[in-house]
Structure formats: C-alpha cells, structure tokens
C-alpha cells in the first residue's frame, strides 16, 4: 500500500532535507512515490544537473516538457540532442486542444498583450492535466532564482495531495557551475549569446552584464514567473470563448 504522508511529517521532512544531498532527495521520492512521480524539466543549462542525476537514479521517470510552440529552435534541438545522449524519458505536453482557434486568431499577440493568460494555456493548464493522478512532483526551481522561490521549502504537499519535491532548492549559481563541471554536463547552445534564463522565445532577452540572470524573462512587464510555481498554478480551468472576450478588451485599449 502506498505510504501517504501528513502536512506535519512533510514539514518534517522539509527541515530535514536541508541537510541532504539533491541525490539523497530524489532516492527518497523514488522509493516513496514511483512509478506515480515525473520531473518536469525547460532543459535550460541550469536544469542540466537535476536531469543528470535522475536519469542516474531513475531512468525511467517521465520528464515533463512543456512544448508551448513559443520554443527557440535551439532549445528543441538541445533537448533531442540529451534526450539520446542520456536516454531520457521525455513526455511532451502540448496546450489543450480547445485552444486552437483562439491560437490561430491570437498566437501572435498573446504573449505581448496578456503574458499571463500565455502561460496559463501553455504551461499552467497542460502541466496541471499531466500531473493529476500522480503522487509526486520533482522541480529544478532554486531560491536564489526569485522572491518567489525563496519562500519554497525542499518538500511541499499542495492542496490535491501533489507532493512538489525540489531537490535543488538550496543550491546556488555557484553549485550549478561546480556539478556541471564536475561531470563535464553540456550548456544550452543560447548561453554563450547572453541568455541567462531560457523561456519562450517571444518573451525572453539577452541580458547584460551584472543584470539578474531572470532580467531577461519577461522584460519590462513585472512578470517573474510562468506560474507554475505561484499561486496561478492553482487556478482552475478557464472558457476560451470567456477568455477570447476578455482579450479582444486587451488589444483595444
């Protein structure tokens, strides 16, 4: 029978996480929660170490790409280059189908005039389908990358019983580089053209030298995050016929 946990046994375990390894946390959500457990993952350089060391420990695991259609070419072929490489498990995740004719009329625009709404469609909504009926959830996020994600805690039971485990919480930029060095791990062929931080081409930029390396995301709007980590991920379904309305506001004023 599967073991299920309370929230005070996984505040439990949050603390004491933060004495462990990322490869000590991963081993402990395998033994407790496959073969109902995926990572998701956006293959940026940063990701390369989380993926690594699943791809060690469990081979098998499902990795979640969000594959929003707002990809650069480069991160597609990055991520088929360690998909064989590594022999990963990737599960692609794709927008739902009753968004296609608001896509076919808006694609262009969304991102620019409602970021938000993007996002929910394309990362939000997919990753919220794919997740239900699993147990656990293996993230890459760190608190030293947002306001955001340094309130986060190592283990986290969300209010579905999702079990949200984010062994990287308490690395920093340094400890990336140290991992990927160690194991020689390739970098996001982007990196080296100034993007720090990798999301949907429309609504990512170089950044300059000794800006934030999220500076890049979403310039200019005050968004930070895609929501998948804030409480948008907790917003239930939206009517794209209600959705289209709304929009139609947006672009006039």
């Known amino acids: 029978m599967a073991q299920t946990f309370?929230?005070?046994?996984?505040?439990?375990?949050?603390?004491?996480?933060?004495?462990?390894?990322?490869?000590?946390?991963?081993?402990?959500?395998?033994?407790?929660?496959?073969?109902?457990?995926a990572l998701s993952s956006s293959f940026q350089t940063q990701s390369l170490p989380l993926l690594h060391m699943v791809s060690r420990i469990h081979p098998a695991m499902?990795?979640?790409?969000?594959?929003?259609?707002?990809?650069f070419w480069d991160t597609l072929i990055?991520?088929?280059?360690?998909?064989?490489?590594?022999?990963?498990?990737?599960?692609?995740?794709?927008?739902?189908?009753?968004?296609?004719?608001?896509?076919?009329?808006?694609?262009?625009?969304?991102?620019?005039?409602?970021?938000?709404?993007?996002?929910?469609?394309?990362?939000?909504?997919?990753?919220?389908?794919?997740?239900?009926?699993?147990?656990?959830?293996?993230?890459?996020?760190?608190?030293?990358?947002?306001?955001t994600r340094a309130q986060a805690r190592i283990v986290e039971l969300q209010e579905d019983g999702l079990i949200k485990v984010n062994p990287l919480l308490n690395w920093r930029k340094a400890d990336v580089e140290a991992y990927r060095a160690l194991h020689r791990l390739p970098e996001h062929p982007l990196l080296q053209k100034g993007?720090?931080?990798?999301?949907?081409?429309?609504?990512?930029?170089?950044?300059?030298?000794?800006?934030?390396?999220r500076a890049g995301r979403w310039a200019?709007?005050?968004?930070?995050?895609?929501?998948?980590?804030t409480e948008m991920f907790q917003q239930k379904d939206l009517d794209p016929e209600e959705a289209r309305k709304k929009f139609l506001v947006k672009i006039e004023f």
């Not at 949050?14 to 991963?26: D, K, N, R, S, V």
């Open 6 to 37: 309370t929230h005070q046994e996984i505040a439990e375990l949050a603390e004491a996480f933060e004495q462990h390894t990322p490869q000590q946390i991963i081993i402990w959500a395998v033994e407790n929660f496959a073969p109902n457990i």
């Open 62 to 71: 499902r990795i979640f790409f969000l594959n929003t259609g707002y990809h």
């Open 78 to 147: 990055f991520r088929e280059q360690l998909t064989r490489e590594w022999n990963l498990n990737v599960v692609d995740l794709y927008r739902d189908a009753r968004w296609e004719l608001f896509r076919r009329n808006f694609g262009r625009e969304l991102p620019r005039v409602d970021p938000n709404l993007c996002c929910f469609i394309h990362k939000v909504q997919p990753m919220q389908r794919a997740l239900d009926g699993l147990r656990a959830w293996i993230t890459g996020i760190r608190r030293d990358q947002t306001k």
């Open 195 to 213: 993007y720090r931080s990798i999301g949907c081409a429309p609504c990512t930029q170089p950044v300059r030298p000794g800006e934030d390396e």
């Open 220 to 229: 200019g709007t005050g968004k930070t995050e895609c929501g998948l980590h």
